[in-house]
Each structure stands twice: as C-alpha cells, then as structure tokens.
C-alpha cells in the first residue's frame, strides 16, 4: 500500500468521526466548486470535476449537497472565490512535503502553512526545493471486487495506462490502482466504464521517485506534521516522501 494511503488509513482508524467528516466535506465542497469554476458545470467533458463528485460520492456526500457546491462553481449562487497554491517544505530527518490547498486568503494560508511547520521542527521551503523529488501523475481506481487482474491491465493499458496495482482502501475492501499521466485520467476511467468496470476514484497524487524510510522518532513526528497540514481548513491534500512500513504505522496508531 502506498504511503498517502497507509496515512489515510491511519486517518480513518484515528476517528473523531463528526469533525472529520465535516471538515472532509469543507474542502470536497471547496473541489467542487473550483472544478466547476475551471471547467464548467458537464462532468462528462470536465475530468476534474468528475473526480470531485466520484470523492464526493465515496464520502457520502448528499447529492443537493454537491449539486449546490456545482451551481456555485457555475455563478448560479453567490460563493467565497478560491484560489490554488501548492507548498513545500521539510520536516524531521530532511522529509519531504508537498501541500496542495485552496484559499480565499493566500496571505493567510501562506502564515498557517509556515507556523505548522515552525511547531513540528521543519520548515517551509521555497517553490520547487521538493517538487523535483516527486511525479505529479494520474492515478485511477476502480471496483476490485470479481475483476480479473489480466483483463483489466489490458483494458487499461490499451486507454494508456502505465501500471495496474492490486490495493485496498480505508475499510479493507479490493480495489485496484491504474498509474497512469495526468493528461490520460478521463481517458482511461471513461474507456473502463464503458467496458463495464466500476471507477471510484480518480485523482492526480505526487508520488516520491524515491522514498525515504524513517521509523521511530522520525516516524512518529512525521505523522504528527502530516496530520497538522491536513487539519488546515485550506489544506486539500499532504503527501511526504517518507516511507513508514506497515508494522511501524501499526505502533503509531496503537493497534
């Protein structure tokens, strides 16, 4: 499993559930409407969009919920206007971050962003001290359950895909991961859907070209940072290029 998912796993078992749905729903609601704001309100011809009401779905999101977060995307309701930035930084033993977020206040966030890595022992970093560590690349997932490993590679990879991955999401359930470009996201998830394959989530992580392994301390400090970050309100997603093995994250959740 890879390392964001391992997080969100450890995210899933931590619980607060009221709060932490809530605050989910924020920044999907936040997705949403900048989606629709890009690309316009037909999920059909706006990837970015589809992929926020396929996260939005798989958090149970209510449907007037993510149709008012659309209309506000489209001008049909008035809405706070967001703004994209991403940040870079360190943490414990020279681990790598990279934070996507959505602001209505840049100067704010920029202040919020570089006090949390203050408090945990890092530091904010300049744009592109990390990025050249990681792949900004599309990742697709789809439905695991009855699906034929060999015949989904090759549907998929016949739409462009780069690598099909057996996984699990936060409950334990089969899925599968579709490594694939950024530009091939719709591509690939509208070629699956049409040869019958549930698509459930499609999104455009960065992944570390080379993982750093920490354990102990580090370890330990580094979830503290990630949960920090991902507790921002502006903050949409925190991957790190730290590689924390699976009995190491049972330790820190206390499992």
């Not at 209309?71 to 809405?79: L, P, V, Y």
């Not at 570089?114 to 697709?140: C, D, P, Q, Y």
Request: glycine letters at 10%; a negative charge; proline letters at 2%.
């Amino acid at each position: 499993m890879s390392g964001h998912n391992k997080w969100s796993t450890i995210k899933h078992k931590k619980g607060k559930a009221d709060a932490a749905r809530g605050k989910l729903f924020t920044k999907l609601i936040r997705e949403l409407t900048v989606a629709t704001r890009e690309g316009g309100a037909d999920a059909d011809g706006n990837p970015r969009l589809r992929s926020a009401i396929l996260a939005a779905k798989a958090a149970n999101m209510p449907n007037d919920t993510i149709d008012r977060a659309v209309k506000r995307g489209a001008g049909d309701s008035e809405g706070v206007q967001y703004t994209e930035s991403i940040f870079e930084g360190y943490g414990a033993a020279g681990v790598a971050f990279v934070v996507e977020t959505l602001t209505d206040n840049n100067n704010r966030t920029v202040a919020e962003i570089r006090s949390i890595f203050k408090k945990h022992g890092g530091e904010m970093a300049n744009a592109n001290a990390v990025a050249w560590m990681f792949t900004h690349k599309g990742l697709v997932q789809v439905k695991g359950d009855g699906v034929d490993e060999d015949e989904l590679f090759m549907a998929a990879a016949e739409a462009g895909a780069d690598e099909v991955n057996a996984d699990q999401d936060d409950d334990g359930n089969a899925i599968f991961s579709i490594d694939c470009s950024i530009d091939a996201i719709h591509k690939i998830a509208s070629a699956l859907q049409a040869a019958g394959y549930e698509v459930i989530g499609m999104s455009r992580p960065w992944e570390a070209n080379n993982p750093l392994s920490v354990t102990g301390k580090v370890a330990e400090s580094t979830l503290k940072l990630m949960e920090a970050l991902d507790d921002s309100d502006d903050t949409q997603h925190v991957y790190t290029n730290a590689d924390i093995s699976e009995e190491e994250m049972a330790l820190l959740s206390g499992d």
